[in-house]
């Protein structure tokens, strides 16, 4: 079967780029990266993706001003350009609107700090802390309209220790989301999931147990 290609969405730092980028090096990966996408002309995950011989491109909202559609449409373009089958967000701080979360229903992936549905949005890290959690984590799941709300396609754990503070905290699940996200997009790429009333059926054994 072809390899999917994948569009990788940024707006920074790019470390979980990096890991779908080295996952897919792998020949029997079942996605190819094809292309790697950013709002923010200097986000450091481009040169990390330059390097690595993979097409970058910039879409600049603030080119767009408020208007939201048109910096989608030039996002869809430059998908078109390349052809993409999937697209996987990671790190990419700008809300999308219904239209352009439309065209991608089924095919946008997110990687979101948190064990959803507990702490969508941001300050995921401080915020397990101030709850008192014992256990934390990263998810992976479809894009739908309303924010961090897809059906859930994988997770994966980690504990809370008493001396965490929110860099720790982040370190750790930081490690799991690089771990995670690679297998999510493999059981995505490999057709291996479906959504049933809001849920992930998966195919096989899916979950990334605990480290
Ligand atoms: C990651 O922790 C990702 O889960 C989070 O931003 C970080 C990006 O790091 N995403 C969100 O908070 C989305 N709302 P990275 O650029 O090194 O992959």
Request: with cysteine; net charge neutral.
């Amino acid at each position: 079967m072809a390899r999917k290609r994948v569009a990788i969405l940024i707006s920074g730092r790019g470390s979980n780029m990096v890991a779908l980028i080295e996952a897919a090096k792998d020949a029997s990966y079942p996605a190819e990266i094809a292309v790697v996408i950013s709002n923010e002309p200097d986000a450091e995950g481009l040169a990390h993706a330059r390097s690595a011989g993979i097409a970058t491109a910039v879409v600049d909202h603030r080119v767009h001003g408020k208007n939201r559609e048109a910096f989608e449409r030039a996002l869809q373009a430059e998908l078109a350009v390349h052809r993409i089958d999937l697209v996987c967000l990671a790190g990419f701080m700008r809300l999308l609107t219904p239209w352009f979360v439309e065209q991608w229903n089924g095919r946008m992936l997110n990687i979101h700090p948190a064990l959803l549905p507990a702490f969508k949005g941001l300050d995921t890290h401080a915020r397990a802390l101030a709850s008192g959690a014992k256990i934390h984590g990263a998810t992976v799941h479809f894009v739908v309209p309303e924010m961090d709300s897809g059906a859930i396609i994988a997770q994966g754990v980690v504990p809370v220790a008493d001396g965490d503070n929110e860099a720790t905290l982040a370190a750790r699940v930081l490690e799991v989301e690089h771990r995670l996200y690679p297998l999510a997009l493999k059981l995505v790429a490999e057709g291996r999931v479906r959504v049933v009333d809001g849920r992930c059926l998966i195919d096989g054994v899916p979950m990334l147990n605990s480290p």
